[in-house]
């Protein structure tokens, strides 16, 4: 086992077991994982009389078409999509499974792992959820660079533990192409946001007709 791997396993094990002690999130279900993508099932707490729209009966072809309009703002206000088409379509088949299992009270994660370099790979983290007639789409994490191998004297928390939480500043921001699908997401996203800290991006969108 590499050091990688055992500090990541390590790190896995202690953050459910303080999870499970301190009433924080954890991971309920593993919905599809390989080398490219992970999408697991968070638990949360989406407060007083918001609890999810779940499971979500969203089918794979939706996803992915919704999917198509998502991107991020970059600096000069450059509009890049946030998904080329091949990724689309493999993710719109992973939510739709998380969708369609997933609970009241959980969120469908996905991470995303794309070699940079022979030593160095980009990570793109996030989640969905549905409320009644809309799609949320949160933004953590954006090709963020890091070495595939770290120190165990210098191990930092992998962002596959906590797709949810920034480790940087993200783009200018997120968009949707056509803008007359975005709604606006209301308290929705209450859960995830920061005070004083890197917030994930969130949008909320018409998913209906799609």
């Given at each position: ?5 055992l500090g ?95 609970g ?6 996905f ?46 928390p ?53």
């Amino acid at each position: 086992m590499g050091l990688r791997t055992l500090g990541y396993a390590l790190w896995v094990f202690g953050w459910v077991l303080l999870a499970g002690c301190a009433g924080e999130r954890a991971f309920t279900a593993t919905v599809h994982e390989d080398d490219t993508w992970i999408v697991r099932l968070l638990k949360v707490d989406p407060g007083k009389d918001r609890r999810y729209t779940h499971p979500a009966p969203l089918e794979a072809e939706t996803l992915e078409r919704l999917l198509a309009g998502v991107g991020v703002v970059q600096d000069g206000g450059r509009w890049r999509p946030l998904f080329t088409e091949y990724e689309r379509r493999r993710l719109g088949v992973l939510l739709h499974r998380g969708l369609t299992t997933a609970g009241p009270d959980e969120v469908v994660t996905f991470v995303q792992v794309l070699p940079a370099s022979s030593w160095q790979e980009r990570v793109t983290s996030g989640g969905v959820f549905v409320t009644e007639g809309k799609l949320h789409f949160l933004l953590a994490n954006f090709q963020v660079k890091r070495e595939r191998w770290q120190d165990t004297d210098d191990y930092r928390p992998p962002i596959e533990t906590r797709p949810l939480k920034p480790v940087a500043p993200l783009p200018a921001g997120l968009a949707y192409r056509p803008a007359d699908r975005l709604l606006d997401p209301g308290r929705a996203g209450d859960a995830f946001r920061v005070p004083l800290g890197l917030s994930p991006w969130h949008i909320a969108l018409d998913y209906r007709g799609s």
